[in-house]
């Protein structure tokens, strides 16, 4: 036997192993994310693909629908239905999408007795708490505000909104931004992306895992601005969390924040923070807003009314109320 034949074959090999390695280097999924401001908030879309060409038109297509669903339900401007809406006296006819949102959110102010109300336009522009001048309202202005408002403020028909009131000015705030995630996402699965992540200001919804393991998500503290309350181990959901501690502001050493109480017309006062698990983004965030107006034994009795939604409540006193159902993909830190 030559000496070179055992050469010849460790190069085939190395060779053979090299090429192998370049086929999977070729496979491996590429990752990217990319941010953008819409809706008043921060939306970041993270996602993987083996096909990086592909990857890059996914997420530029992904944020160009979220940005016309921000075009239809956001509270002013042309072409927005949400604000012929408002100046309509008896309502309108709306596109598809914000008419299913609008079906959505009635269901949700049904099930949770008006807690969860679309009406509140007047009132949140009162208290102007996302605002650069906010302020508390006197006790008459309040009462001026919710007038028309609850349930039964808003009717669906098709594509045919039915105010009850000509002044109810209709705010889309607690729902939309959900609705343009789940939005966001159909327009990634279509492109055949089976690993990503949107994420508008803390309403979160995710496709497949994360590199075959779980996605972790952290949830915000509601007291400590960099400190974690929990992390939720998910795969293919949606997540969705409400807290005061978002938007607010403070006079006499009270907090006053965006979520607001129908019921008293002021900042809802029973829970710090709100986090639902369920299949869709725009559930999510309407069941997160509802609950928090509901307080913790209400809250999780409301998403137990839903099908496989689970949640993660921090009450006012600060205690933690968690459905049993997530309990087992919950680490609290
Ligand atoms: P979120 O951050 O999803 O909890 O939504 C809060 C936003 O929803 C506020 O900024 C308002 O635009 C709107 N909102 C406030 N209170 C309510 C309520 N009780 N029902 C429905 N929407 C509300
Ligand atoms: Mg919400």
Redesign the pocket.
């Given at each position: 036997m030559s000496l070179t034949r055992p050469l010849v074959i460790l190069l085939l090999l190395a060779l053979l192993g090299f090429l192998a390695l370049q086929r999977c280097a070729g496979e491996r999924p590429q990752q990217l994310s990319r941010s953008r401001i819409l809706m008043g908030t921060v939306v970041e879309i993270s996602a993987s693909s083996a096909d990086p060409g592909r990857l890059e038109a996914a997420v530029t297509d992904a944020f160009a629908e979220m940005t016309r669903i921000e075009g239809l339900m956001r509270?002013a401007g042309e072409g927005s239905d949400v604000a012929r809406l408002t100046v309509s006296e008896q309502g309108t006819e709306v596109a598809p999408e914000t008419a299913e949102v609008i079906a959505l959110?009635l269901q949700?102010?049904a099930a949770?007795g008006g807690?969860?109300?679309?009406g509140?336009?007047r009132?949140?522009a009162l208290w102007g708490?996302?605002t650069e001048t906010p302020r508390v309202p006197a006790p008459p202005e309040i009462r001026q505000a919710l007038a028309g408002a609850g349930l039964g403020d808003l009717r669906l028909d098709g594509r045919r909104v039915e105010k009850a009131q000509p002044a109810l000015a209709v705010?889309?705030?607690?729902?939309a931004?959900?609705y343009a995630v789940d939005r966001a996402v159909e327009v990634l699965r279509r492109a055949g992306i089976e690993s990503a992540a949107v994420n508008a200001?803390?309403?979160i919804r995710l496709i497949g895992d994360h590199g075959g393991r779980p996605w972790r998500i952290a949830i915000q503290h509601p007291r400590e601005a960099a400190g974690q309350l929990a992390v939720l181990e998910l795969v293919d959901t949606s997540v969705?969390?409400?807290?005061d501690y978002?938007?607010f502001f403070e006079q006499d050493g009270v907090r006053y924040h965006?979520?607001?109480?129908?019921r008293t017309g002021y900042?809802?006062g029973r829970c710090q923070s709100?986090t639902v698990v369920t299949a869709s983004a725009a559930l999510a965030?309407?069941l997160?807003?509802?609950a928090?107006?509901l307080g913790p034994e209400e809250g999780l009795a409301l998403l137990q009314r839903f099908p496989a939604t689970e949640g993660l409540i921090v009450a006012a006193d600060g205690t933690r109320h968690a459905s049993p159902g997530l309990e087992a993909r919950l680490t609290w830190r």
């Amino acid at each position: 036997m030559s000496l070179t034949r055992p050469l010849v074959i460790l190069l085939l090999l190395a060779l053979l192993g090299f090429l192998a390695l370049q086929r999977c280097a070729g496979e491996r999924p590429q990752q990217l994310s990319r941010s953008r401001i819409l809706m008043g908030t921060v939306v970041e879309i993270s996602a993987s693909s083996a096909d990086p060409g592909r990857l890059e038109a996914a997420v530029t297509d992904a944020f160009a629908e979220m940005t016309r669903i921000e075009g239809l339900m956001r509270p002013a401007g042309e072409g927005s239905d949400v604000a012929r809406l408002t100046v309509s006296e008896q309502g309108t006819e709306v596109a598809p999408e914000t008419a299913e949102v609008i079906a959505l959110g009635l269901q949700v102010a049904a099930a949770s007795g008006g807690a969860f109300d679309m009406g509140l336009g007047r009132l949140k522009a009162l208290w102007g708490i996302e605002t650069e001048t906010p302020r508390v309202p006197a006790p008459p202005e309040i009462r001026q505000a919710l007038a028309g408002a609850g349930l039964g403020d808003l009717r669906l028909d098709g594509r045919r909104v039915e105010k009850a009131q000509p002044a109810l000015a209709v705010d889309l705030g607690a729902i939309a931004k959900g609705y343009a995630v789940d939005r966001a996402v159909e327009v990634l699965r279509r492109a055949g992306i089976e690993s990503a992540a949107v994420n508008a200001g803390g309403n979160i919804r995710l496709i497949g895992d994360h590199g075959g393991r779980p996605w972790r998500i952290a949830i915000q503290h509601p007291r400590e601005a960099a400190g974690q309350l929990a992390v939720l181990e998910l795969v293919d959901t949606s997540v969705s969390t409400s807290g005061d501690y978002e938007r607010f502001f403070e006079q006499d050493g009270v907090r006053y924040h965006h979520i607001l109480d129908p019921r008293t017309g002021y900042p809802a006062g029973r829970c710090q923070s709100v986090t639902v698990v369920t299949a869709s983004a725009a559930l999510a965030d309407a069941l997160s807003t509802a609950a928090f107006v509901l307080g913790p034994e209400e809250g999780l009795a409301l998403l137990q009314r839903f099908p496989a939604t689970e949640g993660l409540i921090v009450a006012a006193d600060g205690t933690r109320h968690a459905s049993p159902g997530l309990e087992a993909r919950l680490t609290w830190r």
